[in-house]
């Protein structure tokens, strides 16, 4: 079955870096959306960037411009991101996922398939 895996996640100290993959098995990512979303213990789970096929756009969280850049390799159905400049607010569990198309704001995203997640936590 489809199936995302999710890696790279670690302890970090505060102003570190860590590159997250997800690997996507037996789907396309081609005309799909894909985005990396991530949830902290209390808090609801919330969008960092989503790209989307269907009109070519990428689009970050605000709190995460400048700091964090996706990037996606078609040929090995992967999705990298790359988070620089990690501050503790950003310690929480990262997922991506597949939609047909991806919003931001979760909830209006439709149905996706998502991964189990991998921990980022930042220390001050």
């Known amino acids: 079955q489809v199936q995302l895996v999710e890696s790279g996640g670690g302890l970090v100290q505060a102003g570190g870096s860590l590159n997250l993959s997800c690997e996507v098995f037996r789907f396309s990512l081609d005309n799909h959306g894909v985005g990396w979303f991530r949830q902290s213990p209390g808090k609801e789970r919330e969008g960092v960037v989503c790209?989307?096929?269907?009109?070519?756009?990428?689009d970050y969280a605000d709190f995460v411009k400048g700091r964090f850049t996706v990037s996606r390799d078609s040929a090995k159905n992967m999705v990298y991101l790359q988070m620089n400049t990690l501050k503790p607010e950003d310690t929480a569990v990262y997922y991506c996922a597949v939609f047909s198309f991806c919003h931001l704001n979760d909830h209006e995203n439709g149905y996706g398939i998502w991964g189990q997640g991998t921990q980022v936590t930042v220390s001050s």
């Open positions: 790209i989307n096929d269907k009109d070519g756009t990428t």
